[in-house]
């Protein structure tokens, strides 16, 4: 029996015609995205979601909660822009072809993306190992709130929206593909503008210890130091210490 390499051709089945030739790295490449953002974070969400329910720790501190419920930025413009430009780049794809919206292949390329997001599968789940009772799907005061900063919390004060950005690059390398990078992009800026609320909640429910660890740890980690100030998330944090 041949060994098969990773760009030999495939059955088209495999690649569900995201390519002009599947090969066993495009397959790995399209799966591992569609594993991660489709099964992983559903299956660890839900799984989080339902420990929190079993041990009564989805109560929350209603009156922090509730003033800062509307305090979140309501600009969507960035994601209607992106969901314009995936809706161009799938008529492109329609009606120029595959190689419009996924011009090379490379099978080095495509499975360090795959690499990269099997990583990010370890990371989210640590995250959610990490925050315990102190998790909830959406920015609020939880009533046992504790402050987390050990595990992945010791190198990001938000190390779920980093692994999102992470998981983005992670689909970029293993598909090649533009159109579907679109959609993790769409994840990593809807879960970023939640920053700023969480900021605000935990400041409030913790004051002086939570401004010493924002003042020590950058908000996506120190990869991406340079970005969170440029998108504004370490503004606070320079005002803070002045």
């Not at 029996?1 to 495939?10: L, Q």
């Amino acid at each position: 029996v041949c060994a098969m390499g990773f760009d030999d051709e495939i059955s088209m089945w495999w690649c569900l015609g995201d390519t002009w030739r599947c090969t066993p790295s495009e397959a790995l490449g399209l799966w591992s995205v569609i594993f991660f953002y489709m099964f992983w974070m559903i299956i660890v969400t839900v799984v989080h979601t339902a420990i929190q329910n079993a041990r009564g720790a989805d109560s929350r501190n209603e009156a922090i909660s509730h003033r800062h419920a509307n305090s979140g930025d309501d600009n969507w413009c960035d994601v209607f822009a992106l969901l314009g430009l995936a809706a161009a780049g799938v008529a492109a794809w329609l009606i120029g072809g595959v190689r419009w919206v996924h011009p090379a292949q490379s099978s080095q390329v495509q499975l360090a993306g795959v690499a990269l997001l099997a990583a990010c599968c370890v990371d989210f789940a640590r995250v959610h190992a990490a925050m315990g009772e102190s998790w909830s799907p959406e920015p609020e005061a939880k009533a046992r709130h504790t402050l987390v900063t050990h595990g992945p919390f010791r190198w990001a004060r938000h190390p779920m929206y980093a692994v999102f950005l992470w998981a983005l690059f992670g689909t970029v390398l293993a598909t090649l593909n533009w159109v579907i990078a679109c959609y993790p992009l769409a994840v990593f800026l809807m879960g970023a503008r939640r920053i700023r609320v969480e900021e605000r909640i935990l400041v409030e429910l913790f004051g002086d210890e939570y401004l010493d660890y924002r003042r020590r740890v950058p908000a996506l980690g120190p990869p991406w130091r340079s970005l969170s100030r440029c998108l504004g998330f370490e503004a606070e944090t320079a005002a803070g210490s002045t």
